[in-house]
C-alpha cells in the first residue's frame, strides 16, 4: 500500500516565526488533505488539496501530484498553532474505493 | 463544526466490557469510516462504509464490529475490551467513495480500566 511519510517529527517555533512541513507519498495522489490535531485533540481540516496551490489565511499548501509531495506553510506562528499536522492520502482498496491514510505527523510547538 | 457528530465523547469502562460509539455524518454524505488513535500514535484506519456496505477494512480487530444504517448513521461496536483498547476513536464522513474530502468528528475517547 501507499507510504506517507511527513518531516520534520517535531519542531519548536518562536511565536512569530515561519515554517514548511513536508509530507511525501510513495505512489501518486489524487486526493490529498492536510489536517491540524489541537491539544483537545479534535482534526481540523486545513486544505483538501489534490494539486496546486491553496492559500488560507496564514496557511498555504502546495501540493505537486507528479513528483508525489505536498508542502504546508504556515507564516507569522501563533501559540494556537501548535499541535499535530496531519497529511494523509488515499490507498485504493480492493473494492477501487479509497480511504485515507494519514502520515506520521509533525508535532509543532510554538513557544511565546 | 465538521458537521460529523460523535457520541458519546468520553467513555470509561472496564476490561471485558463491550461498548458502541456512534456516529452520524455529514448531511448528505454517504461514506463513514472509523480510525482509531492510541496516545501519541497516527491514525490507523479500521473500517469503511458506503451507502450501508461494508467496502474496505483496515487492521480491525476481529472483537470490533461496525455497521451502517439505513439512515446513514454508523455503530462501532467493541467487545471484551482490553487497556490496549483505550484510544481516541474518530468517525469521518465524505461525500461518495473516492476523490472528496473526508471531515472527521471530534472523536470519542475511550479509557478502559
Known amino acids: 500500500g501507499i507510504q506517507v511519510e511527513q518531516s520534520p517529527p517535531d519542531l519548536i517555533l518562536q511565536e512569530g516565526a515561519n515554517s514548511t512541513l513536508r509530507c511525501n507519498f510513495s505512489?501518486?495522489?489524487?486526493?490529498l488533505q492536510w489536517f491540524h490535531q489541537n491539544p483537545w485533540g479534535q482534526l481540523i481540516n486545513l486544505f483538501y488539496?489534490?494539486?496546486g496551490t491553496k492559500q488560507n489565511g496564514r496557511l498555504s499548501a502546495t501540493t505537486v501530484a507528479t513528483e508525489r509531495y505536498s508542502l504546508l506553510y504556515i507564516s507569522s506562528s501563533q501559540t494556537t498553532d501548535s499541535g499535530v499536522y496531519f497529511c494523509?492520502?488515499?490507498?485504493?482498496?480492493?473494492?477501487?474505493?479509497?480511504?485515507?491514510?494519514f502520515g506520521t505527523g509533525t508535532r509543532l510547538t510554538i513557544i511565546p | 463544526d465538521s458537521g460529523v457528530t460523535q457520541t458519546p465523547k468520553h467513555l470509561i469502562t472496564a476490561t471485558g466490557q463491550r461498548v458502541t460509539l456512534r456516529c452520524s455524518p455529514r448531511?448528505?454524505?454517504?461514506?463513514v469510516y472509523w480510525y482509531q488513535q492510541s496516545l501519541d500514535q497516527g491514525l490507523q484506519f479500521l473500517i469503511q462504509?458506503?451507502?450501508?456496505?461494508?467496502?474496505a477494512k483496515g487492521n480491525i480487530l476481529e472483537r470490533f464490529s461496525a455497521q451502517q444504517f439505513p439512515d446513514l448513521h454508523s455503530e462501532l461496536n467493541l467487545s471484551s475490551l482490553e487497556l490496549g483498547d483505550s484510544a481516541l476513536y474518530f468517525c469521518?464522513?465524505?461525500?461518495?467513495?473516492?476523490?472528496?474530502?473526508?471531515?472527521f468528528g471530534q472523536g470519542t475517547r475511550l479509557t478502559v480500566v
Open positions: 448531511s448528505g454524505d454517504l461514506s
Open positions: 488539496i489534490p494539486s
Open positions: 505512489d501518486s495522489v489524487n486526493n
Open positions: 462504509y458506503y451507502n450501508g456496505e461494508e467496502r
Open positions: 494523509a492520502g488515499p490507498l485504493i482498496s480492493n473494492f477501487g474505493n479509497e480511504k485515507l491514510t
Open positions: 469521518a464522513s465524505s461525500r461518495d467513495r473516492r476523490n472528496t474530502e473526508a471531515f
